[in-house]
């Protein structure tokens, strides 16, 4: 048995820390702990709650919209301010337009070159790549002489002899699989990504401002004006920009980065064995389709249960519960509470730094593990699509089948870090078509007049009920994300957030049950002790985003107030 | 192999951008900077030959956010060669290493590149718990900052958290979190670019102003550079002539919300922000956020997180303009008497670069690249 540690794990958000034990050449078992952590939640008490969402924001700039939504959406539903039609629009654009270009960014930029062995591009034949590239798509990018020019420009950058951020990494690995030809069409597709994730991002611009940290975000509403003739405005300009890169997103995610995922897949489908986890996924569900609370769900909500896509139980967010038991907390009795229910005590109990090994027997992360009716739940965009799969979304359907008939495979292999791979893809592709009919829904609204954008009647806090709760729950692109805030006096007396990644790369609970990390290691081949990229594979199939699974923390150790799960 | 210095000019024109394009590039940049627009040309000269500077971005307590903003990055074209003119070699969101391959090539960087190559530090830096708030490595931010930093020829404190201590920091700094400055004291050739996140415009700036005359630009007595932080938000902005007209946004949504009036009785803090948003714009100058209808959150400046809030409470008047406005108060908490320490902060930094023009440390000036 061989302990092996991977710290930083790099090409992701936060700072994750894996160590693993290794015998015969495969995973026997893992550990996931994040090591950083800031307070947020804590930072934020004694604030006014219309300012929480900024505050929240700045738990991920990758993520950099979605604990602005949870937070104005807990705010909202405590104070009972209710966003009109334009804002719930607004979000829809923002919230979609986020997922898809994390999703593009991670596929091509985080996680790509697990798979993509970049060096091996330089010995590609540019007019084999351009046939290649040809076969599986009509992207127009595809001639010999482009190829070529790549090839020529990684070359003169390998020449030069400063391999800077591709430095020092495996390339060579025997596991990677790509002949030479694909190699060389995803590093040009890596440099396309680059330049198509700015241009996507300007419908954030557009709408906030700015991106990251866009600033249109608004207890009740949103910032940005709306008025079809006012050059100050969201405004018929704005919609036809908007619509445009709509458009170009859409093109590049259907012949760029579908194509890409699936020539990279079927060159991998051992993957679609290894990876697979804890077998129970959850949903919210997110985009409601109109203004009632009950108003349908473009994606829906859902639990399920060992694999059983046949049976989606509804969700119940009252099962949710946390452990501390390998978490670096005071641990009273053992015993898993509801999240709002008990007292934080942060106590580093982990090796002084600089250390080797963790005490993997004890507490070992600044994660806690969150549990829903006592399980370990993976969350993202597999369990989006499962749960809407086994709802019978017809799109997700459509997509999911059509992913499996190209592979030749049973749907039985979503559960694996493949899997995850193409869920990503596949949510991706479902979005970048729906988009466009939001950003119509907004132009058709305010062309009938309806220029609204806050709900303006709850925004003097003498509005509000002296005390009060909320809840916000949101599908953001890594997972299940919710904000609970209580407000007292017209100020955040408590607030609390689990987050995604917390759910994903938390630490074993009390039983001993591994985390959804730990638990897709398991199994995992490693071929080389000193390059396990598989241990990457693996994990990036996750997507993680560690800062904001380590917000969640109080750093004094104060009581906490109780918060009522709504 | 490309024979040095052909390989920009080169790999320029194998993306299809033109020399001419390239000059006109340089000339925004230049412009960005604030420099004479004949400084384009050195600019161009400058970044087309010579052995590309190392540079390491360590991220701490972060949230990725100034690295995002670093992919955002873009003037026409020739937006990645800008990031090819620098050799990243390591940074943590980006880099196909890990593990221990990834720190070695940070330990290889300091001790074979020595007092040569540049930092970016992004995020604050926790002193509590004896630095097991953020460790990478097993090792403590603490540890790493001071060993890296110690041995680079220049630090830039990007984004407000490095440059400030940013949201870490903020009452009650539950983790201990310091600036980069404050952690680190007395590392020499320490550049603040502040904001959350800082404007990838200013970053490639600075970036390219130091390929270019391997010094840096002037300073504030914050350590900003004068090209970017020179002058209010307020000095610039599109809605100026509202705010002088008296007309101002009283609710979301309402007539003058749409026209585009001042944002200042709803809590904006552009007249005591030092930054060139309203200039230089975001995302390839799309927008900004006091364009898209939002208040200034006053982002680029110390301690905003507690000294600008709360955000949707108006400035009560500020010295230094030459119309003083009696804004009836808004919301239950009215002003807060930040306004009269932000007028006077504003006035003091005025003063202090009027005093002092440039901050630079003088061993800026062995800052040598090639």
């Given amino acids: ?566 | 192999m490309a024979a040095k210095g052909d390989w920009l000019v080169g790999e320029l024109e194998r993306r299809g951008v033109t020399r001419r394009e390239f000059a006109a590039f340089c000339s925004t940049v230049a412009g960005i900077l604030m420099l004479p627009r004949s400084a384009g040309a050195e600019l161009a000269q400058a970044m087309a030959t010579g052995r590309k500077p190392t540079l390491v971005w360590l991220e701490f307590q972060d949230c990725a956010g100034n690295t995002e903003s670093f992919l955002r990055a873009a003037r026409p074209s020739a937006a990645d060669i800008l990031l090819d003119t620098l050799s990243v070699d390591y940074h943590e969101t980006i880099m196909a290493a890990a593990g221990h391959q990834a720190e070695a090539v940070l330990q290889d960087t300091v001790s074979g590149q020595s007092g040569q190559y540049l930092v970016v530090v992004e995020g604050s830096i926790p002193t509590g718990a004896n630095g097991a708030y953020c460790t990478i490595g097993g090792r403590s931010a603490l540890d790493i900052v001071r060993e890296v930093c110690g041995s680079a020829q220049a630090t830039i404190a990007v984004g407000t958290c490095a440059a400030f201590g940013g949201i870490p920091a903020a009452a009650p700094n539950p983790t201990g979190a310091l600036s980069v400055a404050d952690a680190v004291p007395g590392i020499r050739n320490l550049i603040n670019l502040p904001a959350c996140p800082a404007n990838a415009a200013n970053l490639a700036a600075l970036v390219v102003y130091f390929v270019t005359y391997g010094r840096w630009p002037p300073l504030d007595g914050l350590r900003r550079p004068l090209f970017a932080y020179g002058k209010t938000i307020h000095d610039n902005c599109e809605r100026r002539a509202h705010y002088d007209a008296g007309q101002y946004v009283e609710l979301w949504g309402d007539e003058g919300h749409r026209k585009g009036y001042c944002l200042y009785k709803v809590g904006c803090k552009g007249p005591v922000c030092f930054q060139n948003c309203p200039e230089v714009g975001w995302n390839e100058g799309t927008n900004w956020p006091v364009g898209c209808g939002h208040p200034c959150l006053g982002c680029a400046e110390p301690d905003f997180w507690d000294k600008m809030t709360p955000f949707y409470a108006h400035l009560d008047g500020f010295p230094g303009f030459n119309r003083q406005t009696h804004i009836d108060k808004v919301g239950a908490w009215g002003t807060l008497g930040v306004a009269a320490a932000f007028g006077a902060h504003a006035l003091i930094q005025i003063a202090r670069r009027r005093g002092t023009g440039d901050a630079q440390d003088d061993s800026a000036e062995t800052g040598e690249t090639s």
Avoid at chain 1, 274 to 297: C, D, H, T
Avoid at chain 1, 390 to 409: A, D, F, Y
Avoid at chain 1, 551 to 556: A, Q, T
């Fill in chain 1, 1 to 566: 048995m061989t302990h092996i540690v991977v710290d930083p794990v790099t090409r992701i958000e936060g700072h994750l820390r894996i160590e693993a034990e290794v015998e015969n050449g495969s995973v026997q078992n893992a550990w996931s702990s994040a090591t950083m952590f800031r307070g947020i939640e804590l930072i934020l008490r004694g604030r006014d709650p219309r300012d929480a969402w900024a505050f929240a924001q700045r738990i991920c700039g990758v993520c950099t919209t979605v604990h602005a939504i949870a937070s104005i959406r807990a705010v909202e539903d405590a104070i009972g301010a209710e966003p009109p039609p334009n804002a719930r629009l607004l979000r829809q654009i923002i919230m979609a337009t986020q997922m898809i270009q994390d999703h593009v960014v991670h596929f091509y930029h985080l996680h790509a070159l697990d798979w993509v062995d970049i060096v091996s591009a330089l010995s590609a034949d540019p007019a084999a790549t351009a046939r290649l590239a040809q076969s599986i798509s009509d992207w127009p990018l595809s001639s010999a002489v482009y190829f070529r020019g790549v090839q020529e420009r990684v070359q003169t950058f390998v020449d030069r002899g400063q391999l800077g951020p591709f430095g020092n990494a495996y390339w060579g690995h025997p596991s990677y699989r790509l002949p030479p030809e694909a190699n060389l069409l995803a590093v040009a597709h890596y440099l396309e990504a680059l330049d198509w994730q700015r241009e996507v991002v300007k419908i954030h611009a557009i709408l906030g401002g700015k991106n990251p940290h866009l600033q249109n975000f608004l207890v009740g509403g949103m910032a940005s004006p709306v008025d079809p003739n006012e050059q100050a405005s969201i405004n018929v300009g704005s919609i036809a920009q908007m619509k445009s890169l709509a458009a170009d997103a859409l093109e590049f995610v259907t012949k760029v980065y579908m194509p890409d995922l699936m020539a990279i897949a079927s060159f991998y489908t051992d993957w679609a064995a290894i990876g697979g986890g804890v077998g129970n996924y959850m949903s919210y569900g997110e985009y409601p389709e109109g203004e009632a609370p009950n108003a349908p769900m473009f994606l829906p909500s859902g639990i399920i249960r060992n694999r059983d896509l046949a049976n989606v139980l509804p969700l119940d967010p009252g099962l949710i519960t946390e452990s501390v038991t390998h978490s670096w907390y005071e641990d009273r009795d053992g015993a898993p509470l509801h999240p709002f229910q008990g007292e934080t005590n942060p106590s580093y109990t982990g090796p002084a730094p600089p250390y080797d090994r963790l005490d993997t027997e004890g507490k070992y992360s600044w994660l806690k593990s969150p549990r829903y009716d006592g399980a370990p739940m993976e969350v993202g965009p597999l369990a989006r699509m499962l749960v809407a799969y086994g709802r019978g979304h017809p799109r997700v359907q459509e997509l999911v089948g059509s992913v499996l008939s190209q592979l030749g495979v049973g749907p039985e292999v979503l559960f694996s870090t493949l899997g995850r791979v193409a869920a990503r893809g596949i949510e991706t592709q479902l979005l970048a078509e729906r988009l466009d009919g939001w950003i119509d829904e907004l132009a058709e609204n305010m062309g009938r007049g309806d220029l609204r954008i806050a709900d303006n009647s709850k925004w003097d806090p003498s509005s509000w009920p002296r005390e009060a709760t909320g809840a916000g729950m949101h599908e953001a692109p890594r997972g299940s994300l919710g904000h609970w805030v209580h407000i007292r006096d017209g100020s955040i007396a408590n607030y609390q957030c689990i987050v995604p990644s917390t759910w994903n790369a938390g630490p074993r609970d009390g039983q001993g049950q591994p985390g959804p990390y730990e638990a897709a290691l398991l199994g995992t081949p490693v071929a080389d002790l000193e390059q396990p990229i598989e241990i990457l594979r693996t994990v990036h199939s996750f997507d993680p985003c560690i800062a904001c699974g380590v917000h969640v923390l109080d750093g004094r150790g104060n009581l906490r107030a109780k918060v009522k799960v709504l």
